[in-house]
């Protein structure tokens, strides 16, 4: 199985950027497909972005679409998200994930990351 770690989170003010991080052990990322997902206070948690395990194809929510951009080093093991205009209702809790196949469900999850962007 493979573990997940998200780092990078933090308190941006709107209109800045972060870039999160997520590190994968135990097995390598190169054999998954991964997602982001974020889950604000008191909401369900959403769908961000999913980059499949060769990098070509990219997906977002309409939500940060033009404003996230998702990307893979599978040489690294990591996998990014990079958050630009960021606004303060993308605070939430980030979380990566992973699934086998491209219509699976993720089955392994990170622990999340906080980000708080101030307006």
């Known amino acids: 199985q493979v573990q997940l770690v998200e780092s990078g989170g933090g308190l941006v003010q709107a209109g800045g950027s972060l870039r999160l991080s997520c590190a994968a052990s135990?097995?390598?990322?190169?054999?998954?497909?991964m997602g982001w997902f974020r889950q604000a206070p008191g909401k369900e948690r959403e769908f961000v972005a999913a980059?499949?395990?060769?990098?070509?194809?990219?997906y977002y929510a309409d939500s940060v679409k033009g404003r996230f951009t998702g990307s893979r080093d599978n040489a690294k093991n990591t996998v990014y998200l990079q958050m630009n205009s960021l606004k303060p209702e993308d605070t939430a809790v980030y979380y990566c994930?992973?699934?086998?196949?491209?219509?699976?469900?993720?089955?392994?999850w990170g622990q999340g990351t906080q980000v708080t962007v101030s307006s």
């Open positions: 994930a992973a699934r086998t196949g491209l219509t699976a469900d993720f089955d392994f």
């Open positions: 135990g097995r390598t990322v190169s054999s998954y497909h």
């Open positions: 980059i499949n395990r060769f990098g070509i194809n990219e």
